[in-house]
């Protein structure tokens, strides 16, 4: 019973807050709109993406950094809202051990996102996801999914979908992981 409503609430967080297209998996994710406890502080899986310029970028080139990475698709609407606050969070932490890595999935070909990071004016670095991506991380519910994650690789948060109060408790919880 308690799974059960767990579901339930998943699906109306979605309809509320996120885009849930679904999205190739071969595993099971969490089950909450909420920052995913159960998720917390384990070691951020190892995965390659593909820069828009060119060249691979893998997850141990995150580590010595807080990071929150977000993986988001161009056509989801609450993916798209929350590009003004991760460009506000970019800005109040330049210069800092702190670093935004925007992880699209499902939105078209390196030119065509490049363009979209262009229309969206988004100030932080962008890469492409793929199904392997999706599999490291044990599967998504749908977009947007936020993970922090500690200088030394560690998930700290995960979020699944816009849910009210996340760019605050991601500023809570970036000033804490900066200030260790």
Known sequence: ?????????VVIS????GCSKPVATTSAASN???PA?????????????????GGSLKSEDLKGKVTVLDMWATWCDPCKEEI?????????????????????????TPAEI????????????????DDKVVDAFGGLLGFPTTFLVTKDG???????????????????AIDKLLSE
Do not use: C, R, W
């Open 32 to 34: 909450s709109a909420k």
């Open 14 to 17: 979605f309809a509320l807050f």
């Open 114 to 129: 490049k363009k979209k990071v262009e229309e969206f004016k988004i100030q932080y670095p962008v890469v492409v996801g």
């Open 84 to 108: 003004p606050d991760y460009n506000k969070l970019q800005e109040k932490y330049a210069g800092k051990d702190f670093q935004i890595l925007g992880v699209t999935m499902e939105s078209g």
């Open 154 to 172: 560690k998930i700290q948060k995960k979020f699944i979908g816009s849910v009210p109060g996340k760019q605050q408790q991601l500023n809570q």
């Open 1 to 9: 019973m308690k799974k059960l409503a767990s579901i339930v609430a």
């Open 37 to 53: 406890a159960k998720d917390a502080m384990k070691p951020l899986p190892q995965f390659e993406v593909t820069k828009l310029d």
